[in-house]
């Protein structure tokens, strides 16, 4: 089964920086991805990680490390508008591709 | 280009009654994953469809039930509605099984009393 944590809320103020931590623990890997979610709306797609390191999209940032279970997304220059649920989600390639989701992360940002 | 799209809205419904949910995959995509949210909960992965055949299926009872037609729309039925139940269902699409990125559609609100 699929074991994926992250902190249920942060607060930060407009133009600062915020990291969203996920640990995760799963029967197999096929990639990291992070989504955004609005109250009342769909998630939609940040980004994806397979392989460890860094990836910029942008004010987005998502890192992964494989050996520890770890991922981070890094927002960057906070806007209003940023604010909702973050959403850490691990596919495990075991033939359905599936996406595990943890609970996700209210980010609210304060002007 | 039109995206995910999903009917309807919101539902109400009572305990033991049966619900369909229908959703229109993105153009080109031939995967369907749906998924229930409880409030303040992340997305459950209840089954995926891959040019109409099940693909995998999460971990919901058999009542939990679903279709792809040949345009890769999909339905998902609900039978004998418990409580627990309401939530948002939410679906997904692909251009493939192993496409990295899913296309959710508005979802639909369910709610069971």
């Known amino acids: 089964g699929q074991n994926i944590d992250q902190p249920t809320e942060m607060t930060a103020t407009e133009g600062a920086i915020v990291q969203i931590n996920c640990t995760y623990q799963t029967s197999g890997f096929n990639g990291l991805f992070w989504y955004q979610q609005h109250a009342g709306e769909a998630p939609t797609f940040l980004s994806y990680?397979?392989?460890?390191g860094l990836e910029e999209k942008g004010r987005f940032s998502s890192f992964l490390s494989r050996s520890k279970g770890y991922s981070y997304l890094l927002l960057k220059e906070l806007q209003m508008k940023d604010s909702a649920s973050y959403l850490c989600a691990v596919r495990d390639g075991l033939g359905d591709y599936k996406l595990s989701f943890g609970a996700g992360t209210t980010v609210t940002v304060r002007a | 280009e039109t995206g995910v799209t999903q009917s309807p809205t919101h539902l109400i419904k009572t305990r033991g009654q049966q619900v369909t949910l229908r959703c229109s995959s993105q153009s080109g995509h031939n995967t369907v994953s749906w998924y229930q949210q409880a409030l303040g909960q992340g997305p459950q992965f209840i089954f995926q469809y891959y040019r109409e055949e099940e693909n995998g299926r999460g971990n919901f009872p058999p009542r939990f039930s679903g279709l792809q037609f040949p345009n890769y729309s999909s339905e998902l039925n609900v039978n004998a509605l418990e409580l627990d139940d309401s939530a948002l269902y939410l679906c997904?699409?692909?251009?493939?099984?192993?496409?990295?990125?899913?296309?959710f559609g508005p979802g639909t609100r369910l709610t069971v009393l």
């Open positions: 990680n397979v392989l460890d």
């Open positions: 997904a699409s692909s251009a493939s099984r192993g496409n990295n990125e899913q296309f």
